[in-house]
């Protein structure tokens, strides 16, 4: 009885909440030359967010709270991608001191990292909504250590994802999770991409070296 209680348990949302909250944080580490809009407009917005999706999901209306999810993750997404491509477009014109440019790469890669661990635990195995109505988690988008050892108690939350995504963002690949769907792939392809852009291409700029 004690071990189906345990594997049925609601997942805890919170680290999801101070992800995005960081995100937020994040965004005032840039350049203002580097954020799109006012540099309050995304906390609101994100408060808002987080606000009605948590209201939601107490009530039991799940598909709503999804659906809010989406346009919180998506509203993130776009802000850092317009963040990140501004950076790329001014790097020509020197614009930015190399303590900015690096401030910059380290905000943006910390972000890519927490919006995307974000989207795979909301995507994975029908997001976090689906998986609390099982017992166990034995097939998704990723293929977890755990799964593969069969424990029938075990499902992932937030921190798994969290460490795919960092290990995405530093080796490039999802080294101990392997990959199965296409959807997966074609994010981590994106996230790599990011990554690459902001440690590579715009870290070394600020150093001089490129």
Known sequence: MVSTLQSNRAEPRWPAILAMIAVVGLRFAL????RVGPDWVLAPVVGILLLLASALHKKG???ANQILGYILLATVTADMVASLSLLITRLPSHRETPRELLTAAAGIWSSNVLVF???YWRLDSGGPNARDRRKSHDSG???FPQMQMRDQNWKPGFVDYLFLAFNTSTAFSPTDVPVLSHWAKVMMITQSFISLGTVIILAARAVNIL
Not at 31 to 34: D, E, G, I, S, V
């Open 141 to 143: 988008a990723f293929l």
């Open 117 to 119: 661990a974000s989207w």
């Open 61 to 63: 209306r799940n598909r």
């Open 31 to 34: 350049p203002p030359a580097l």
